[in-house]
């Protein structure tokens, strides 16, 4: 691996920031006194121009929050079609306050994942049955059907343990730095929940068909999401490196970090909005395309809650993770991501309007937290 040499000062007089990154007292001790860090996005190589990537549209949280017209047009297109596209996060104070937050949160991230196995396996969702939420070390979960494993290791984060003082237990190290992780879980799930009604009023729902599937102090299976995976091996072949496996988000809209390649999106030969919901249609033809991360812009991507609701209209897009191409490759990949999912006892049913066609045939209803249990379980995720 090269050496990583990048001090945290140089790290965020980034000038690309309109204003200096915002430093809860957690985050400023870690910048004092994490060193050589893994986590040095101002070292990493540029993504590789010759590899081809998805087209997905960027969209202004500016002119979103805004109310712009054209905006939300161009959003409701990337939702329906892609069901991803970039945030720019650097055109408003709201954007960059969520953008400083995964930049914190992915330092705490970095200090988490150094903890020895005994403590991280201490949180394992493998050890504690039932749960969604804890540590998955890397080989927790299998790529394919050979069982090939997966390379990257994860720690998920409940929203309530944060914010809602649920009893799910936080690693110390989390709860001590809670002021690092707190101010994102709010920027982040109010963003998404504004986009969500964008999109809802696009499909002529009242913002009260969101706002009550999503309330922030209602109990639900939203997660921080922190994912570390290790550089690509030039011994190993790609399949044998998939750090996380081909799947779709389980919520409502996910806002994703990452800032080396290796974010791949499946594309469809034949796109057909209407059929995305079925999970048969992820056998299709097609390609997986490469997201280049850009700085400042967030990945947004929908997920099942959302096609579910609009009887397929909208996309959960179906994405994997693989080491970042080039020169990329030589780098730990670290990721930050907020889940905004529909809350515990939320139907996911087709939702009512005249924008949204009726399900047709006898509609098989989960609760959300009964879907996110089965997809949990379908990744290999030990739930009991
Ligand atoms: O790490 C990434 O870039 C994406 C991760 C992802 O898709 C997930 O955790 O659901
Ligand atoms: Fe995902």
């Avoid at 493998?126 to 050979?146: H, L, Q, R, V, W």
């Avoid at 990945?299 to 993770?321: A, E, P, Q, Y």
């Amino acid at each position: 691996m090269l050496a990583q040499k990048v001090s945290r000062s140089a790290l965020f007089s980034c000038r690309a920031f309109a204003k200096p990154p915002k430093f809860t007292p957690s985050a400023r001790r870690l910048l004092a006194t994490v060193s050589d860090p893994e986590f040095a996005p101002e070292n990493y190589p540029p993504f590789p121009e010759e590899i081809p990537t998805a087209p997905i549209e960027k969209i202004s949280l500016r002119k979103l929050l805004n109310r712009d017209q054209k905006e939300a047009d161009r959003l409701f297109e990337a939702s329906k079609t892609y069901g991803f596209f970039y945030l720019n996060c650097r055109d408003s104070e709201e954007g960059e306050e969520l953008e400083h937050g995964a930049i914190n949160s992915a330092r705490l991230a970095e200090e988490f994942f150094k903890l020895g196995k005994e403590e991280k396996d201490r949180y394992a969702m493998k050890n504690n049955k039932n749960t969604i939420f804890g540590y998955k070390e890397a080989g927790g979960s299998k790529t394919d059907s050979k069982g090939t494993k997966d390379t990257a290791e994860f720690m998920n984060i409940a929203k309530d343990s944060i914010v809602n003082n649920a009893t799910w237990p936080l690693p110390k190290k989390i709860k001590e730095d809670n002021d690092v992780l707190s101010p994102f879980v709010t920027t982040a799930h109010s963003i998404g929940l504004d986009i969500l009604k964008m999109i809802g009023t696009q499909l002529q729902l009242p913002p009260s068909a969101m706002e009550s599937r999503h309330r922030i102090t209602d109990s639900s299976g939203d997660q921080v999401r922190m994912t570390r995976s290790p550089p690509l091996s030039s011994t190993a072949a790609m399949e044998a490196q998939i750090a996380t496996p081909s799947h779709t988000d389980f919520g409502s809209i996910t806002i994703l970090f990452n800032w080396l390649g290796g974010l791949q999106i499946w594309e469809p030969e034949n796109p057909d909005g209407n059929k995305f919901w079925s999970a048969s249609r992820h056998d299709d033809k097609g390609k997986w395309n490469y997201v280049k991360p850009i700085p400042g812009h967030a990945i947004c991507n929908l997920g099942d809650g959302m096609t579910k609701f609009s009887n397929g209209i909208l996309n959960s897009g179906k994405h994997r993770v693989v080491p970042a191409p080039g020169a990329q490759g030589d780098y730990v990949r670290y990721s930050i991501v907020y889940f905004v999912r529909p809350t515990d006892e939320t139907p996911l049913k087709v939702l009512d309007s005249p924008a949204i066609p009726k399900f047709e045939g006898e509609e098989e209803v989960l609760l959300a937290k009964e879907h996110i249990a089965n997809r949990a379980r379908g990744l290999g995720i030990n739930l009991n």
